[in-house]
């Protein structure tokens, strides 16, 4: 039996686990082929199982096509035992098993693929956390979320990483992580960064002022290539 040990998918989009098989009377079988796919335990309960005589490889691929999150992708009679997983979360994060029977020869034969869901870093926002009754210092408290968990650092308005001592670092759920520094109203950036990217905010957000820089400048272009335009159609005119 052939499957990929392991399978990369980031988050939201379709995976297909490739499995397949040969077996010696291959030539010849015409019994009952079943899949079975199984998830975490490689006893637990089938989450997806179909089953088809191989007598004529015409009409139908053996089991349904269907809509659901899971299904097979490939011909059963070819020996092929693919899953195909829609929309791939979090939670889908780990171990598949594919398993086979073949009526009539006895054992079946099980392998098992990694599935690894990946979540470009992003920050999904910060926040001001005001002195609790405690009378803990202000902090200012950036959440971030990726997979593999990004590596989060608070940088300066000059660009310089604050020290490690001051940072509090906490995950919040299965791919999310909060940060936090000790925090008087200065300018303060949250940077998370893991093999897949980088992601930064700056707290107070950047001011709107090269917006409105932008917008002079075009209207200044828009202005000059209107009196171009304008002269030149008069100075045709003239002739
Ligand atoms: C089903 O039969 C075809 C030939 O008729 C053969 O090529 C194929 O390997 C068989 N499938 C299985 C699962 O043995």
Known sequence: MAVSPVVFVPRGEDVVLPCS???PRQQHYSGRV????LAR????????????????MEGKR????????YSMYGDLRRRELSLLIRRVQLGDNGTFFCRVELHGLGQYIQRETQLYVTV???????????????GAPRRL????????????TWLSASGTPMQDLEVKNQQSGPARLLS???????VLSCRAESRLGVAER?????????????LVVRLVVFTLLAALLVTGTSVLIRR
Request: aromatic share 4%; glycine share 6%; charged share 20%.
């Open 21 to 23: 098989f040969t077996h």
């Open 202 to 214: 700056r707290h107070p957000a950047a001011h709107r002022g090269h917006v409105g820089a932008q």
């Open 41 to 56: 335990e490689p006893n637990a309960l089938p989450f997806l199982a179909c089953s088809v005589r191989n007598e004529s």
């Open 62 to 69: 053996g089991c349904a096509e269907s809509e659901l999150k």
């Open 120 to 134: 470009q870093p992003q920050i999904l926002n910060v926040s001001v956390v005001e002195p609790g009754s405690d």
């Open 34 to 37: 079943t899949l079975k796919r």
């Open 141 to 152: 408290q950036c959440e971030v979320e990726g997979q593999p968990l990004p590596n989060v």
């Open 180 to 186: 936090s520094v000790p925090y008087l109203q200065e």
